[in-house]
């Protein structure tokens, strides 16, 4: 353990994390009623950027980017459109704790497209942890298709767009601070919006025509912009203060709170063949978490090998 953690500040940020991301889902589905989803997500990344712009000036950190980082914010940006306007789209008519079970198989994506795509190692236990968490999902999509038809495979699409977000993000994370990457990717996020709503407009997307807000719904289109804000600094900081290893199972907690925000504001509650297959889901994620640790705990002792004349058996 570093000595500079500070475990328990970055497990009550973390769990601050899991109570504010659900309110950008809240309030997606509230301005989803008389706002077309492309506009929610267009002012999703302009209130960001300028919530975040002010906290990059005062930690007086460069807005700069090299070529390469510019080009990587650029598709971190355009993934987090992708996975925000498919997550919109489906809260839209979806109750809120069963598209963010579907998105919930995102590690999984992660895991086959390292496997996949970048030839890293993925044993036959987590191939099968991946399995049955994919079949966990069907258990809540099944019958969010019968209810709702394809938009219930629109959280698929936002776990697939989120796992190529955090992708980009560890190669990017090594060169640009949090701060400053969540407010450029924010600031061209809304303006690769811009054309993507030109298009719609033209064609007559009703999703994606640029229609202003109107009365209440300003508010719940600036909520969406604000909770994304903290809710994803108070995640950036919790990583600060400790390992991803000890904050990664506190994240099944922001299901919890979604299906609890969903009954109180809509009425929403997970029948019983979703939290079977919110059950299925997070288990087979937190045994993924299992492995990761066990090993990363076998890397190190690897690592140490020749500083240790005795090591336990593989």
Request: hydrophobic letters at 55%; one cysteine or more.
């Amino acid at each position: 353990m570093n000595p500079n953690d500070r475990i328990l500040t970055g497990v009550a940020l973390m769990i601050a994390f899991c109570v504010l991301a659900p309110l950008i889902d809240v309030s997606s589905k509230l301005a989803a009623q008389a706002v077309p989803v492309g506009v929610i997500v267009l002012g999703r990344g302009i209130v960001q950027a300028a919530l975040m712009l002010p906290v990059v000036l005062i930690l007086h950190e460069s807005l700069r980017l090299s070529r390469r980082n510019l080009w990587l914010t650029s598709l971190r940006a355009l993934f987090l459109v992708s996975s925000t306007y498919c997550f919109v789209a489906a809260v839209r008519v979806m109750p809120i704790a069963d598209a963010l079970a579907i998105a919930f198989v995102e590690p999984f994506v992660i895991l086959l497209i390292g496997r996949l795509v970048f030839s890293e190692q993925v044993g036959p236990r987590r191939l099968a942890a991946c399995a049955v968490g994919f079949a966990g999902s069907l258990l809540v999509i099944q019958p969010a298709f019968a209810s709702f038809g394809a938009v219930a495979l629109f959280p698929l699409g936002t776990a697939l767009s989120f796992a190529l977000y955090i992708l980009v993000t560890r190669h990017l994370s090594r060169e640009v601070h949090p701060v400053t990457m969540q407010f450029h990717t924010a600031f061209i996020a809304a303006i690769l919006c811009l054309p993507f709503l030109a298009l719609g407009t033209a064609l007559g997307e009703p999703s994606l025509t640029f229609a202003a807000p109107e009365g209440i719904y300003w508010l719940w289109c600036f909520c969406v912009g604000l909770a994304s804000a903290v809710s994803h600094m108070a995640m950036t900081y919790a990583l600060k203060f400790a390992p991803s290893s000890t904050l990664a199972p506190l994240h099944y907690l922001e299901i919890v709170t979604a299906a609890a925000l969903g009954y109180a504001v809509f009425g929403n509650f997970p029948n019983a063949l979703t939290w079977a297959g919110i059950a299925v889901i997070v288990s087979s994620g937190l045994f993924v978490i299992h492995r990761e640790r066990q090993l990363a705990r076998e890397a190190r002792l690897v690592t140490s090998a020749p500083l240790s004349p005795h090591l336990p058996p593989e």
